[in-house]
């Protein structure tokens, strides 16, 4: 009763909101002149920079088409890999200000009788329909304000569900940072609505439209783990069966008031939250672009129960900032192993607004791949992985388990989108790495493997060509990625560049 009483609480306070109504009502008195600008600004630079042709976004769903095949298409290779990212950044002469704000737009690979067929729909969220059928922007976003905004009572008036896609007990599950899932239909990928992750238990009014984040942790037999940010500081702590029912709830105070929370990582035992070197600076306006890194601000670490979803100890590391884990275990003696694309600072976050300018020589310093251990007297261990690191991957069903590979996407030549895939064995630090070059912009490439070892399958992901302006579907071999591609799969044009995407097998 004490915990559901508390939920309850924090539900009915504004600091679970990514963009609260006095927020918004504060934008009110401004014109979209920003906005207008950035169409304009955007439109001149990608006319000189045609890398620039993944962030212009489209307008319309994508029906179905059968693909272009290059290469033999592995006959043990059957299913749907989705994908999940902003799909629509402008409307009527506006464009908005940051990558995260644009509309979710999934999209479906479909593996079968030696044939791919891709199709892609727009989430029908209640902003995306409201603006559909008005023809233009009618609610302000985290970054992007708007004269006349219509009101946002809460997260879910914006949820703009574009950053992973799960698939959940015979549904997708739309995700985004800081409000409720959204549910698609699998085979035609219309939207049936939002979800209550707290139906049908005594938690249902005190979690309905709590945060519910994009990058859950699914164990191998199906458990699902997910936290929930609030600006607050609070996180909420989810665990749920194979068929999306809630078995558990909690929450921790962090006391982190950063503003982001992106990801985390489960072992056996227990849940992982680290905290960036992230403040708030509100003498600049947007919520994204007030989010600063603090050099002097150590990442603190808390490592939580799975059991009693309380915290049982806590770290502090180096100042750092962190998007993306691939994975944590915990050994023996109850150390526990992680490893992180890690950033030295916070220039990432700013770069997505520029980028969404037209701003290609914006200042970026790269996330590299850090292992590290934490030890249970307290004592902290990291080690570095050379070349660029960033969407890291283990094999499924070893989430929460001892790793000895990792798969992440590198850059080697492109300095404005990441270009390479690679494999890390974390024994020897030994690396293959397939080269797309610097005419591809290579998205999240994910695992496919039916067996249960750490070895064999495929690795599936996306690529953007840039001088012909197409799409395509690339498969490897995930114990020889060096050789590329085995077969590759074109779309006729460009789909924008996205976030996230898992594969459900046949």
């Known amino acids: 009763?004490?915990?559901?009483?508390?939920?309850?609480?924090?539900?009915?306070?504004?600091?679970?909101?990514?963009?609260?109504?006095s927020i918004v009502l504060a934008a009110n008195n401004k014109t979209n002149e920003s906005l207008?600008?950035?169409?304009?600004?955007?439109?001149?630079?990608?006319?000189?920079?045609?890398?620039?042709?993944?962030?212009?976004?489209?307008?319309?769903?994508?029906?179905?088409?059968?693909?272009?095949?290059?290469?033999?298409?592995?006959?043990?290779?059957k299913g749907d890999f989705y994908r999940n990212?902003?799909?629509?950044?402008?409307?009527?002469?506006?464009?908005?200000?940051?990558?995260?704000?644009?509309?979710?737009?999934?999209?479906?690979?479909?593996?079968?009788?030696?044939?791919?067929h891709h199709h892609a729909k727009f989430v029908r969220t209640n902003k995306f329909t409201q603006e559909e059928k008005a023809g233009k922007f009618l609610f302000s976003g985290p970054d992007?304000?708007?004269?006349?905004?219509?009101?946002?009572?809460?997260?879910?008036?914006?949820?703009?569900?574009?950053?992973?896609?799960?698939?959940?007990?015979?549904?997708?599950w739309a995700l985004w940072e800081a409000g409720s899932p959204t549910a698609i239909d699998k085979n035609t990928l219309d939207t049936k609505g939002l979800i209550n992750v707290g139906n049908k238990t005594p938690n249902a009014s005190a979690l309905k439209g709590l945060p519910f984040s994009a990058h859950p942790k699914v164990e191998?037999?199906?458990?699902?783990?997910?936290?929930?940010?609030?600006?607050?500081?609070?996180?909420?702590?989810?665990q749920l069966n194979s068929h999306g029912q809630l078995l558990n709830v909690g929450m921790v105070n962090t006391g982190f008031k950063g503003g982001m929370l992106h990801d985390f990582l489960i072992t056996q035992h227990h849940i992982v939250l680290l905290l960036p070197s992230l403040k708030r600076d509100r003498t600049i306006a947007g919520e994204f672009s007030s989010i600063q890194f603090n050099a002097q601000q150590p990442m603190?670490?808390?490592?939580?129960?799975?059991?009693?979803?309380?915290?049982?100890?806590?770290?502090?590391?180096?100042?750092?900032?962190?998007?993306?884990?691939?994975?944590?275990?915990?050994?023996?003696?109850?150390?526990?192993?992680?490893?992180?694309?890690?950033?030295?600072?916070?220039?990432?976050?700013?770069?997505?607004?520029?980028?969404?300018?037209?701003?290609?020589?914006?200042?970026?310093?790269?996330?590299?791949?850090?292992?590290?251990?934490?030890?249970?007297?307290?004592?902290?261990?990291?080690?570095?992985?050379?070349?660029?690191?960033?969407?890291?991957?283990?094999?499924?069903?070893?989430?929460?388990?001892?790793?000895?590979?990792?798969?992440t996407l590198s850059s080697v030549q492109s300095d404005v989108w990441s270009d390479s895939v690679r494999r890390i064995d974390l024994n020897t630090e030994k690396q293959d790495i397939y080269t797309y070059g610097k005419d591809y912009l290579v998205e999240e490439h994910v695992l496919v493997n039916q067996g249960n070892k750490e070895q064999g399958g495929y690795l599936l992901g996306t690529a953007l060509h840039i001088p012909s302006r197409r799409t395509c579907l690339n498969i490897l071999r995930a114990d020889d990625i060096s050789?590329?591609?085995?077969c590759r799969a074109w779309l006729p044009h460009t789909i924008p560049l996205g976030f996230h995407g898992n594969f459900l097998p046949a």
């Open 36 to 77: 207008i600008l950035n169409q304009k600004r955007f439109n001149a630079a990608l006319a000189q920079s045609p890398e620039l042709i993944g962030f212009k976004g489209t307008e319309t769903d994508m029906g179905p088409q059968k693909l272009i095949i290059e290469g033999k298409l592995p006959a043990d290779l």
């Open 300 to 407: 603190d670490v808390f490592i939580i129960s799975k059991q009693s979803l309380k915290t049982v100890k806590r770290y502090e590391l180096d100042p750092g900032f962190v998007f993306h884990f691939g994975n944590a275990w915990e050994d023996k003696q109850g150390n526990i192993h992680f490893d992180a694309s890690l950033y030295p600072n916070g220039e990432v976050l700013q770069h997505m607004t520029l980028t969404m300018q037209g701003n290609t020589d914006a200042p970026l310093s790269p996330a590299n791949t850090v292992l590290f251990t934490l030890y249970k007297n307290g004592k902290v261990q990291k080690q570095h992985i050379d070349g660029i690191s960033e969407f890291p991957r283990v094999y499924n069903h070893i989430t929460g388990k001892r790793n000895s590979r990792l798969f």
């Open 483 to 486: 050789a590329g591609p085995i």
């Open 144 to 172: 992007s304000k708007l004269k006349d905004s219509l009101a946002i009572p809460s997260p879910d008036s914006i949820n703009t569900a574009n950053t992973n896609i799960l698939p959940v007990n015979g549904e997708l």
């Open 85 to 116: 990212g902003p799909g629509r950044h402008q409307r009527a002469g506006e464009r908005y200000l940051h990558l995260f704000e644009g509309d979710g737009m999934i999209h479906q690979f479909s593996i079968a009788r030696g044939e791919i």
């Open 220 to 238: 191998a037999d199906g458990t699902i783990w997910n936290f929930g940010y609030a600006q607050s500081g609070h996180v909420v702590l989810y």
């Open 1 to 21: 009763m004490e915990r559901r009483q508390f939920l309850k609480g924090m539900v009915a306070t504004p600091v679970v909101h990514t963009v609260s109504p």
